[in-house]
């Protein structure tokens, strides 16, 4: 499965990006999908992920009440919706699938595909 990730770029504080990842098949419904970022020197961490028939989402505590992540199977993609934007979410963002149990959605290792992430910054 390849994955592509795509809407990053640059906004002031504040304001809202929407992030897609999109799979090259139509597997995508198979798979846990989340979202995790790293910032320059930083290690690459959870943001958000949603179970395969999207009935359960899990959230960094960073971003709870700002981001919304969905997902649309038959468009083989799932959504981050990322509002009241701050300077510190500034990150390449990378898109994952795997099948983690909800506990496990934070762990990197749980997941078998990644998208190639893309740049989100936030201007103060």
């Known amino acids: 499965v390849q994955l592509q990730a795509s809407g990053g770029g640059l906004v002031q504080a504040g304001g809202s990006l929407r992030l897609s990842c999109s799979a090259s098949?139509?597997?995508?419904?198979?798979?846990?999908v989340s979202w995790f970022r790293q910032a320059p020197g930083q290690e690459r961490v959870f943001v958000a992920g949603?179970?395969?028939?999207?009935?359960?989402?899990n959230y960094a505590d960073s971003v709870k009440g700002r981001f919304t992540i969905s997902r649309d199977d038959v468009k083989s993609a799932v959504y981050v919706q990322m509002s009241s934007l701050k300077p510190e979410d500034t990150a390449i963002y990378y898109c994952?699938?795997?099948?983690?149990?909800?506990?496990?959605?934070?762990?990197?290792?749980?997941?078998?595909?990644w998208g190639q992430g893309t740049q989100v910054t936030v201007s103060s």
């Open positions: 949603i179970s395969r028939r999207g009935s359960s989402t």
């Open positions: 098949e139509r597997t995508l419904r198979d798979y846990v």
């Open positions: 994952a699938a795997g099948r983690p149990v909800l506990s496990a959605y934070d762990q990197l290792n749980m997941y078998y595909y």
